[in-house]
């Protein structure tokens, strides 16, 4: 049954050290968040929001922001002197009753509230119309500041446990941030509206005023204790949520599509994504069980003071306090004030809902803002020499250091490469080397400069990279080379560098030439083959023409020749360049002047192919293993 469903492993034997698949919540201490909706909290956080929000428009839309507040004060007015009107047509239609020659001097004030109520009515629509001008200019507005910041922040950030589930949270708060203005506006109208009531309430009869608000404050207290249950059961859901966010994404994607067949791997992670649903849906039913008994208290003690505020009138008519036409009037202005204390409590509620996102977007602006590249500014030339100094890095929130003291050194013209076992720390000397990564300790040198008193994107300009998991852009094979950075000659440099990775052979066959979209998936672009794709990914970086030249198994899926034709070329692009090569394939260590050997996080071993393989070492042990591959007729013979 899915409800008892476990997201187990279904493995008979119990395997004590065996890890949950489960998201930990990284998000910043949210429970401490809810701990303070209180409704003195909210109040006071009120005005900010609603000064968030057009604070957001004016940097939109400066003349729009303007005529919205500007049509709101009008309108605000204009409700207060049609009340008024109200009282004087009232009061001569009752005259008139015992006087009809009291109707004609109702008639400017009819006329006064026919033309305030017309009036109102073409700013509603103005109003309206503005809102939804400013709403989806502002979550775009929202979009480019959170991905401004994404972009802008160091690599770091990326590794540190909840950037992502905070990333995830500032979304939502881009996603709401649209009805921020509308729910900002509401809020001021209904403001307007209680503001304009309660003068004319004040007016006639005072001693009604607190019996008003009377009827507002059990709802406006409930709604806030709903508005907790509700965010306490959004952060109990959490977890669930992303698990089906991420089942979702394997579930439906195509680079898992195969493997889900091949594997029948289907039931295990659909089961998973019931089990999810099924407890999102048990918390969300227990929350909306528990708002719907807050709101009902909430209302019967609201309708109670209504009806206590009502039998005012009628005791202030009966004593003679007031007469009957301030009494129609006054029946007039509490419904036009309950409305607009309804719709401060109700307005008010979403705006704190859409506040609390915007507050998770806010937060996330300013955390990237801490981790925001603050480098040097100095602009580095074609490196002649790039260095790591007795270099110590350890990823943010990791246990241990992964590279300890590392030296290293390559320079214009020569060719390095860095070999190792799986996790010995090659990736992350390569980051390094091309100033992704700040070191923990030590120095790494451009030329003599530190890359912390670099100006890093000047940097990156004089970094060519072919990285492990490199970028397949959904744009046309030119654009996948030139990265939107043509070299002055055009489609020359693109044709040159494409030769020299093979990827011209793959250009050729496209139905469009360089102008073939490689985005199959969502625009009918034409599909490659990885080996394909990695050919362009090492054109890209030879095109660029950069200073230094980093190379993360750039054959990996490289057919034999396409291979060749790389290594054989790597001499000829070192002319000019500072080369380093990561690859497992000892045999293509042999192109470079110096290989480097590292274990642990540490450098081992240095030499050249010649003197390492004839060396004992890790090295040696590798490029054994590498040949010691047997035909099946020789296995049949070390088997006898
Ligand atoms: N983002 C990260 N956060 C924390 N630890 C990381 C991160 N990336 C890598 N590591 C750790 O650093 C170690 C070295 O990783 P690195 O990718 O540099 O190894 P590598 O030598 O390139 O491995 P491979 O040959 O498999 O590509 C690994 O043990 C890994 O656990």
């Given at each position: ?586 045999a ?35 490029w054994l293993l590498q040949q010691d591959r047997m035909t099946p007729a020789a296995q049949e013979d070390a088997a006898r």
């Amino acid at each position: 049954m899915a409800d008892q469903t476990a997201v187990t492993d279904t493995d008979a034997t119990p395997r004590p050290h065996s890890e949950e698949l489960e998201f930990v919540y990284n998000g910043g201490d949210s429970a401490e968040l809810a701990r303070h909706l209180t409704w003195r909290s909210l109040i006071s956080r009120l005005p900010k929001l609603v000064r968030r929000s057009f604070a957001l428009a004016w940097a939109v839309d400066r003349r729009s922001t303007i005529a919205l507040l500007a049509c709101q004060v009008i309108s605000g007015l204009l409700e207060a002197l049609g009340l008024f009107a109200t009282t004087a047509a009232l009061s001569a239609l009752i005259q008139s009753a015992s006087d009809p020659a009291h109707l004609t001097a109702a008639l400017p004030s009819v006329l006064m509230l026919a033309a305030t109520a017309g009036l109102r009515a073409i700013l509603g629509i103005a109003i309206q119309g503005l809102s939804n001008r400013l709403g989806p200019r502002i979550a775009r507005e929202a979009e480019y500041r959170m991905l401004h910041a994404a972009t802008g922040a160091e690599m770091a950030a990326y590794d540190h446990p909840g950037f992502d589930d905070r990333y995830d949270k500032a979304d939502r708060g881009v996603e709401v941030s649209r009805d921020m203005i509308g729910e900002s506006q509401n809020l001021v109208s209904s403001a307007a509206t209680l503001i304009a009531a309660a003068v004319v309430v004040g007016a006639l009869a005072p001693v009604l005023l607190p019996l008003l608000v009377l009827t507002a404050l059990p709802q406006a207290l409930a709604s806030v204790a709903g508005e907790r249950v509700t965010y306490l059961a959004t952060l109990r859901t959490f977890r669930d949520r992303r698990m089906l966010n991420m089942l979702r994404w394997y579930l439906s994607h195509k680079d898992q599509a195969d493997q889900i067949r091949t594997d029948t791997l289907a039931s295990y992670l659909l089961d998973k994504y019931r089990a999810s649903g099924v407890r999102v849906d048990r918390t969300v039913d227990e929350a909306t069980w528990q708002r719907a008994k807050i709101s009902l208290v909430g209302s019967a003690v609201s309708g109670l003071a209504a009806a206590l505020m009502w039998a005012g009138v009628m005791v202030l008519l009966g004593t003679g306090h007031i007469g009957a036409a301030a009494a129609g009037t006054l029946v007039f202005a509490l419904r036009s004030a309950s409305g607009g204390l309804h719709g401060i409590v109700g307005y008010g509620a979403d705006l704190m809902r859409t506040g609390r996102y915007m507050d998770d977007w806010e937060s996330f602006i300013d955390e990237a803002a801490g981790q925001r590249l603050d480098r040097g500014a100095l602009t580095p030339d074609r490196p002649r020499q790039v260095a790591l100094h007795q270099v110590t890095y350890r990823y943010p929130e990791a246990e241990s250091d992964t590279l300890r003291k590392v030296d290293f050194e390559v320079r214009q013209g020569e060719i390095v490469a860095v070999v190792g076992e799986n996790g010995s720390g090659k990736t992350t000397l390569m980051k390094l080397l091309c100033g992704l990564n700040l070191p923990t300790a030590g120095l790494v040198t451009w030329d003599g400069i530190s890359t912390r008193d670099l100006d890093p994107y000047a940097l990156w300009k004089e970094c060519a990279v072919v990285p492990q998991e490199f970028a397949r852009w959904p744009m046309t094979a030119r654009e996948n080379i030139t990265l939107g950075q043509p070299q002055p000659d055009g489609d020359a440099a693109v044709h040159r560098a494409a030769a020299a990775s093979g990827a011209d052979a793959v250009i050729t066959v496209l139905r469009s030439g360089l102008g073939t979209l490689l985005a199959r998936e969502w625009w009918n672009g034409q599909a490659l083959s990885s080996g394909q794709w990695q050919r362009i990914a090492v054109a890209r970086a030879i095109h660029r023409d950069a200073g230094l030249l980093v190379m993360d198994e750039p054959t990996s899926d490289l057919d034999a020749r396409a291979e060749h034709l790389i290594f054989t070329g790597l001499r000829a692009l070192a002319k000019d360049r500072a080369v380093v090569l990561v690859t497992h394939n000892l045999a293509n260590t042999a192109v470079a002047d110096r290989i480097v050997v590292m274990e642990g996080g540490r450098v081992t071993a240095q030499g050249t192919f010649t003197e390492l393989t004839a060396r004992p070492g890790l090295f040696r042990d590798l490029w054994l293993l590498q040949q010691d591959r047997m035909t099946p007729a020789a296995q049949e013979d070390a088997a006898r």
